[in-house]
Structures are given as structure tokens and as C-alpha cells.
């Protein structure tokens, strides 16, 4: 069992920046997705990062201003949020996929889910 926990949420203005965080023992073996879920609406694919950070994928509505990475010393993914948007206001989820190679879009392929942080970006 690997439990996944989220932290770096809050609040912030638009144009503004936060950093997420996901920690979990073990989180090395695994490739890791960040999905997000804005109130009313679906949970939605961010980006996601393979096991050694070599290989990286990111939804286009965040290119260019999110940057996954991670730190297997520390067993922690990161989610670098830039230029942030009132549209990026969402519960922030990261996900644990045992094909540690793969970078995968979709929620069902991974086995392991954090609790969530909350990011909510003011106008």
C-alpha cells in the first residue's frame, strides 16, 4: 500500500505561482500523474512524470506554465504551478502507477490516490 500525501495548496492570485507536492515512501518505483477537479466538473488530467523523470506529459492547458519533477531521494513529486489562472482553481490530486514507465492520462490506470489540496486562484 503506498499512501500518497498532497500538500502546497492555497490561495493566490492570478498570475501567481504555487509548488504541490506529493510524498510517499516507496514513490521511486512508480510513475506519478497529477489530475485536478474543479467544483461541478469531471476530474481532468494535468500531467504526469515516469519513474526516473525522463519522460514527461502535460495536458495542453497547462503547457508551459506547470512543471512536473521529481526528487526520488526525498520520494516526492513536484508540481510547479506558474502563471496560474482562475480556471486552474481546483482540488489538486496526485496518483501512484505501478507501470512505472508509463505516463498515462487516464484515472483508471493508476492504483493509488492522494487526499487532495485545495488551489483556488483569485481574479
Known amino acids: 500500500q503506498v499512501q500518497l500525501v498532497e500538500s502546497g495548496g492555497g490561495l493566490v492570485q492570478a498570475g501567481g505561482s504555487l509548488r504541490l507536492a506529493c510524498e510517499a515512501s516507496?514513490?521511486?518505483?512508480?510513475?506519478v500523474g497529477w489530475f485536478r477537479q474543479a467544483p461541478g466538473k469531471e476530474r481532468e488530467f494535468v500531467g504526469a512524470?515516469?519513474?526516473?523523470?525522463?519522460?514527461?506529459r502535460y495536458t495542453d492547458s497547462v503547457k508551459g506554465r506547470f512543471t512536473i519533477s521529481r526528487d526520488n531521494a526525498k520520494s516526492t513529486v513536484y508540481l510547479q504551478c506558474n502563471s496560474l489562472k482562475p480556471e486552474d482553481t481546483a482540488d489538486y490530486y496526485c496518483?501512484?502507477?505501478?507501470?512505472?514507465?508509463?505516463?498515462?492520462?487516464?484515472?483508471?490506470?493508476?492504483?493509488?490516490w492522494g487526499q487532495g489540496t485545495q488551489v483556488t486562484v483569485s481574479s
Open positions: 496518483a501512484a502507477d505501478r507501470s512505472y514507465s508509463r505516463r498515462s492520462d487516464r484515472a483508471d490506470d493508476y492504483e493509488y
Open positions: 516507496g514513490l521511486s518505483r512508480y510513475a
Open positions: 512524470i515516469n519513474w526516473n523523470g525522463g519522460s514527461l
